[in-house]
């Protein structure tokens, strides 16, 4: 009974650490709760190795950000109006040949 006790606490951990040896024995396990409750880490040798993420996760976190968003916001802003000055930054230059 402890043996379904522990397993129950340890499937509804969302931070959920894996020895190696275990992710590879219960990959499809990890790849679910990688889907369902977030990542999953993998240890080797006790310490962090990698972290397991579902696919949407890691699309989210690594889409290409162009500013465009920002932009509008600020077009659309009820500041958009108020001017400021843009000082001239001047610094040494040095000549080059190409």
């Known amino acids: 009974m402890a043996n379904a006790k522990s397993h ?16 590879k024995a219960r990959f ?33 976190e690594h889409r290409h950000h162009s500013g465009r968003r920002l932009v509008t916001a600020l077009a659309t802003s009820p500041l958009a109006d108020i001017e400021f000055e843009r000082p001239a930054i001047e610094g040494p ?3 080059i040949e190409l």
């Open 93 to 95: 230059v040095r000549s």
């Open 8 to 23: 129950d606490s340890f499937a509804s951990d969302p931070r959920r650490r894996w020895r190696l040896q275990d992710a």
């Open 28 to 60: 499809s396990e990890v790849v679910r709760l990688a889907r369902e409750r977030g990542p999953q880490r993998v240890t080797l040798h006790g310490r962090d190795a990698v972290v397991i993420v579902s696919a949407d996760v890691w699309d989210k």
